[in-house]
């Protein structure tokens, strides 16, 4: 079997090639495509240090339509514009007063409209090279990439996020349950979802960690959210969760952080970028990669003094794993139970056929496919639908390359707060960001 990852100098490359050579994972060439050929080298560096000559065999490949011909799955995990870019998401929407989280709020739309043009012709060119392929985004805004690539991969394309399985793991073990004897009954978007039930014997025990102040005070989402709030909701929310509950927290922290998160991971980063060749790569690599773990979230941390991050906490399951999961039930027919984004079809009430929802999905050789979730509740169900239709109307603009399109999806996002914040907001990123003046071609 062959496997591409677009996105191939990504920093998380080793851990998916060390949980392949790890396993019968039935893939024997890897086929790493980026845009910037030193990062590829860099990552390469790194694999060939930690492999010693075993797993599969890496071609490096810079022409995508060559990199995907005839593959088997593809794993697209590219970032348009850079962390450079994402910094500057971050910095522009704060100075306006509002969030610039790379999937969520302003950031998220920003980032949206820069990457679904480049993720669309991803699409087309693996629809045309390698009609069968599965293609397993990564690429954030997640839920958005993938509702566009779906438009011409269909349920070919499948979108994954490791908050899910993270939330279930931590939940479990607060609980103090095994993970495998539980339904967790969670549905929503992408970085936008609820854990509202878990199952054991056919019996919810949600409400007896929800009554426990100890159980709330012992896992990462109970401490940011706090056991009032969550004892309102009945439910535990994705992390995400917390720039909308909680968002002038979010907001304030940032602020004040001495520098955002995309700063922070472009100094770590760089220094290991630019020092990749020779002996120690892979320490080198080990070293940053520890860190960024550790201090994912870390400003919404603080602002709910959570304190740091447990090691236990770290434990989320990591991308590169639910990726093999998924690519290992989808080749073996493995009929295994995971949580994706995908087209609705009728799994969540309420929300239409195509869009892209992320639920438990039953997965297998012919694909995943989501299981009936039920309705949302109420205020839930609003706010999914709000930021679905901004979802949609940042794909519409991208796609029609209007300036006031892009006004228009900004300003309806719930986190946008004022039209006047959405026009300057992609005035300083066209004036900033190349990226976006190629898509933003027009009034
Ligand atoms: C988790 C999220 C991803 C997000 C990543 C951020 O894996 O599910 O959506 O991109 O964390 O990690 P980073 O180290 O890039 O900030
Ligand atoms: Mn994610």
Avoid at 80 to 94: H, M, Q
Avoid at 107 to 136: C, H, K, N, Q
Avoid at 258 to 271: I, K, M, S, V, Y
Avoid at 410 to 420: I, K, Q, Y
Wanted: aromatic letters at 6%; one cysteine or more; hydrophobic letters at 45%.
């Amino acid at each position: 079997m062959r496997l591409t990852i677009l996105g191939g100098g990504g920093f998380r490359v080793p851990l998916v090639h060390r949980a392949l050579a790890s396993e019968e994972s039935g893939v024997d060439t890897v086929v790493l495509h980026d845009t910037d050929a030193e990062r590829v080298r860099a990552v390469r560096a790194v694999l060939e240090e930690r492999s010693g000559g075993r797993g599969p065999k890496l071609v490096v490949e810079s022409d995508l339509a060559a990199a995907v011909r005839g593959t088997d799955f593809v794993f697209s995990a590219i970032r348009v514009g850079g962390l450079a870019g994402r910094s500057c998401d971050e910095r522009t929407a704060l100075g306006q007063g509002v969030l610039g989280q790379e999937t969520t709020g302003a950031g998220g739309v920003l980032y949206g409209l820069r990457t679904v043009p480049v993720a669309l012709r991803i699409a087309s060119t693996i629809a045309a090279e390698a009609p069968d392929a599965w293609v397993i985004n990564f690429t954030n805004p997640a839920g958005m990439v993938t509702e566009a690539m779906s438009s011409v991969l269909g349920d070919r394309v499948i979108g994954i996020c490791d908050s899910p399985v993270g939330l279930f793991r931590r939940v479990a073990r607060a609980l103090g349950i095994p993970m495998g004897d539980a339904w967790f009954d969670y549905a929503g978007l992408n970085h936008l979802g609820w854990l509202r039930r878990v199952l054991v014997g056919g019996r919810d025990v949600l409400p007896d960690l929800l009554a426990s102040d100890d159980a709330l005070g012992s896992f990462e989402e109970g401490k940011l959210f706090g056991a009032p709030w969550l004892r309102t909701l009945s439910a535990i929310p994705n992390e995400y969760l917390y720039y909308y509950y909680f968002t002038r927290d979010a907001i304030a922290s940032a602020t004040s952080a001495p520098a955002t998160r995309g700063e922070f991971l472009l100094q770590q980063q760089a220094g290991f970028y630019a020092s990749s060749s020779g002996a120690g790569a892979a320490e080198r690599w080990d070293e940053v990669r520890r860190e960024r773990e550790a201090t994912y979230m870390a400003e919404s941390r603080e602002a709910a003094g959570v304190g740091d991050r447990d090691s236990a906490d770290l434990d989320g399951g990591g991308y590169d794993r639910v990726a093999l999961a998924l690519m290992r039930a989808i080749a073996a027919d493995e009929r295994a139970t995971l949580v994706l984004n995908v087209r609705n079809r009728s799994a969540l009430a309420g929300v239409d056929a195509d869009a892209v929802v992320e639920v438990p999905c039953l997965v297998g050789r012919n694909g995943a496919h989501p299981l009936a979730a039920g309705a949302l509740d109420p205020s839930a169900a609003a706010l999914v639908a709000s930021v679905k239709a901004t979802e949609r109307a940042t794909i519409a603009a991208a796609r029609s390359g209007s300036r006031r399109a892009a006004v228009a999806a900004l300003a309806g996002h719930p986190l946008v707060d004022s039209v006047t914040t959405a026009e300057r907001l992609i005035e300083a990123e066209l004036a900033a960001l190349p990226e976006l003046r190629a898509v933003l071609t027009h009034d």
